[in-house]
């Protein structure tokens, strides 16, 4: 989405954000581009980055996973 796109839509983004938990990359002329995500899927993101730290929190996630 282009940034112009998204200040006309200020409002719609953040909703569909959260609505739809799908990440939005707004790009910015001479700058990095941005994301916006939902609150849960950046504090999901966080816990497994941290679970991630440890082999301990690597097999426990692995073994979730495991039938």
């Known amino acids: ?33 941005v994301v916006v995500v939902s609150p849960a899927v950046y504090a999901s993101s966080r816990e497994t980055a941290y679970r991630l730290r440890g082999p301990a929190g690597v097999r426990r996630l692995l073994g979730a996973n495991s039938p």
């Open 1 to 33: 989405m282009a940034y112009p796109g998204s200040r006309a839509r200020h409002a719609e983004v953040p909703d569909s954000v959260v609505a739809d938990r799908e990440e939005v990359v707004v790009p910015r002329a001479g700058h990095e581009p």
